[in-house]
Nanobody, 118 residues
Framework: QVQLVESGGGLVPAGGSLKLACVASESIFTPFSINVMNWYRQAPGKQREFVASITTAGTTNYANSVKGRFTISRDNAKNTVYLQMDTLKPEDTAVYYC?????????WGQGTQVTVSS
């Protein structure tokens, strides 16, 4: 059972930046098996949506709504994935969840609140 703990959320004005971190209880570097780290978000009254992902090989993918503003990265030695969020908009306000897909199983963190004021 992989445990994920997010941190770094908070209140920021529009145009500002935040950096989220997600620490995993097990190694996120598994070169011989599928292991993808993802960020999702859920705004009030909306479904949870994909934000960004990074594979063991370092391949990244982003939702169109955040492309060019958000950057996902990983530190394998620290079992940590980051989400650098720049040029934040009020519509980025949501609870951000870390997700780890490995061994055909999804693991989720508890989420961290990001609020962008206009």
């Amino acid at each position: 059972q992989v445990q994920l703990v997010e941190s770094g959320g908070g209140l920021v004005p529009a145009g500002g930046s935040l950096k989220l971190a997600c620490v995993a209880s097990e190694s996120i570097f598994t070169p011989f098996s599928i292991n993808v780290m993802n960020w999702y978000r859920q705004a009030p009254g909306k479904q949870r949506e994909f934000v960004a992902s990074i594979t063991t090989a370092g391949t990244t993918n982003y939702a169109n709504s955040v492309k060019g503003r958000f950057t996902i990265s990983r530190d394998n030695a620290k079992n940590t994935v980051y989400l650098q969020m720049d040029t934040l908009k009020p519509e980025d306000t949501a609870v951000y969840y870390c997700n780890n897909y490995r061994g055909s199983t999804d693991y989720w963190g508890q989420g961290t609140q990001v609020t962008v004021s206009s």
